[in-house]
């Protein structure tokens, strides 16, 4: 491991949210603004509340590797993946990736549902930074990989929610990238197609990609990584190999539960 | 399973940032951002295939398609001529009213539609900023870059009144580009102030209606800016860069006699400004639209 290069590199990250979810309006600003001048300030600023979603994380993940993210739910493991892909800043700590990635959060991996899936598959490769003359020499793979050309010209928001994740998922692989980012993207749809896709991602990784995947199945964690990252409440709890993180953590699920 | 085209092969027609291998450094945003027009040239292909589903949703899903484009500031000039124009008088420059108003119309609508869409291009693109990353500033950008194509069509039926009303236009004409830009920058800078407002604030979506219509009002369309006789404050007026734009078409087309020249430097200024602000302003804010949107 020592003579890889590191990828990915996270530095006492941390995030930073607001509890509740109170939206600032132009009324309240300008109220407490007036309030500020009359010297009679409430302090019940929106910012009140501070949720770190995510506190003091560092590691290091270097080519190659797969690393599993495990942890209860809300414990930050999305937030991690959105910070890791430059969808959002992280509040203090720095993070650096080295390589071109690619993000599959959720169901859509950015779609415009309105839209068709054929002409999806060119949209969200535009965003990815690939122009249609090279998504030409590769749609039909991507096409035959999802199963869905019966589907091509209906738009996406009549997909039922595991064709989008097929079309999403068929799109990230096929773009070959360096580093790829799952958030639980492979417990949807049916076994047949979880398997074909877990194929395809133990290829990437045999092709040197550098793979993030997050998940609660205990199961695709074993299977594809060999490294796994606990997170509990947003701080990191365990840094290690897939049997140490998961025997740990089992054991704390089991504690809960028989405690409670 | 169908075999995956080689790697190498892919990656050999990818665009240029793709291979040199970005570099992604993320720290928290603070002061001075910089506004990296490197990485909007690089993802130039997304804004034109932004821009062109912009169009394409227009024109398709509407029942009388590009029609839109022309019938808005068509009905408008046919009003303000009734009411501005035969009702209360309103001077013209000794041009026909109706043609007058009409040539301020067509860069109007275009200068609006797209102020409106870039403030809320943000807000309906939620579920894309979401999910992935990609320079924000090309969803305003593309929603007034698609604008553009409207503007044409306008522009087409101003001709064909031109033709009409026997006006050949002057050589200034060749500066009509100059103030179309104008255009642009001027709904860049603002659309981009409210389109970071409009994700924090969702008042702004309803404040947008009425500031259009005030701006219209307070910019010459359905009257001239030579009802100002004192010249210093004639060329104030184009702090206004709407009103710099205005005179420039009529200047330009129409040959009005009243030379925009200072208004138009004043206009230059103001867009300028407007723009610079809202670049940054917009970018400052840029990483925390997925988190708040």
Not at chain 2, 74 to 91: E, H, I, K, N, Q
Not at chain 2, 215 to 235: E, G, H, Q
Request: proline content about 5%; overall charge neutral.
């Amino acid at each position: 491991m020592l003579n890889k290069r590191p990828i990915i590199q996270v530095n006492n990250l941390s995030k930073h949210y607001v509890r509740n979810e109170y939206r600032p309006s132009l009324r309240h600003e300008a109220t407490q603004m007036v309030q500020r001048w009359l010297g009679r300030a409430t302090q019940v600023s929106w910012q009140s509340e501070p949720f770190w979603a995510l506190k003091n994380i560092s590691f290091t993940i270097y080519q190659g590797e797969s690393v599993g993210i495990v942890g209860r739910n809300g414990s930050g493991k999305t937030t991690l993946l959105r910070t890791l892909s430059n969808i959002t800043d992280p509040t203090e700590g720095t993070v650096s990736v080295h390589g071109r990635f690619r993000t599959l959060i959720g169901l859509s991996a950015g779609f415009d549902f309105q839209r068709t899936g054929r002409e999806n598959i060119y949209f969200n490769s535009a965003i990815y930074g690939f122009p249609p003359s090279v998504v030409d020499t590769f749609i039909e793979d991507i096409i035959e990989f999802s199963e869905l050309r019966d589907f091509l010209d209906t738009p996406v928001k009549r997909y039922s929610s595991g064709m989008v994740s097929r079309l999403g998922f068929s799109i990230a692989i096929h773009m070959m990238p360096e580093i790829i980012f799952l958030d639980e993207i492979l417990s949807v749809g049916d076994s047949a197609f979880q398997e074909k896709c877990q194929q395809r991602v133990l290829e990437l990784k045999d092709r040197q990609c550098t793979i993030v995947y997050v998940s609660h199945s205990e199961a695709s964690v074993r299977m594809l990584c060999d490294r796994a990252i606990w997170l509990h409440q947003g701080h990191l709890m365990m840094d290690g190999s897939v049997d140490d993180v998961f025997e740990a953590y089992t054991e704390m699920i089991h504690g809960e539960a028989t405690t409670t | 399973m169908s075999s995956p085209i080689p790697v190498e092969q892919i990656i050999e027609k990818s665009p240029q940032h793709l291979q040199a291998k970005p570099r992604l450094r993320l720290a928290p945003t603070k002061g001075w951002v910089s506004l990296n027009f490197q990485e909007l040239k690089e993802y130039r292909e997304l804004l034109f295939f932004m821009t062109w589903r912009d169009i394409k949703v227009r024109y398709k899903q509407t029942v009388i398609g590009a029609l839109w484009a022309i019938i808005q500031p068509f009905l408008t000039m046919v009003v303000f001529s009734l009411f501005f124009g035969r009702l209360a008088g309103v001077p013209s420059d000794n041009i026909p009213y109706p043609i007058f108003t009409y040539a301020a119309l067509v860069p109007w609508t275009f200068f609006a539609n797209g102020l409106t869409n870039s403030a809320n291009s943000l807000v309906s693109n939620a579920n894309l900023i979401k999910k992935v990353y990609f320079p924000r500033l090309i969803l305003p950008v593309s929603a007034i870059m698609s604008g553009v194509i409207d503007f044409f069509l306008a522009f087409v039926i101003l001709l064909a009144m031109m033709l009409f009303y026997g006006i050949v236009p002057t050589v200034n004409v060749i500066w009509l580009p100059a103030f179309l830009l104008l255009a642009v920058v001027t709904s860049l800078g603002v659309g981009l102030w409210f389109a970071a407002m409009n994700v924090q604030f969702r008042d702004v979506r309803y404040a947008i209606p009425f500031l259009v219509q005030f701006w219209m009002f307070a910019t010459p369309v359905a009257y001239p800016s030579s009802m100002i006789k004192n010249d210093l404050l004639r060329a104030l007026y184009g702090i206004n860069p709407m009103a710099g734009v205005i005179e420039g078409f009529r200047w330009a087309l129409l040959g009005t006699e009243t030379s925009p020249g200072a208004i138009i430097v004043v206009s230059s200024l103001a867009a300028l400004l407007m723009l610079i602000g809202g670049l940054y302003y917009f970018k400052r804010l840029e990483k925390t639209f997925a988190d708040v949107v």
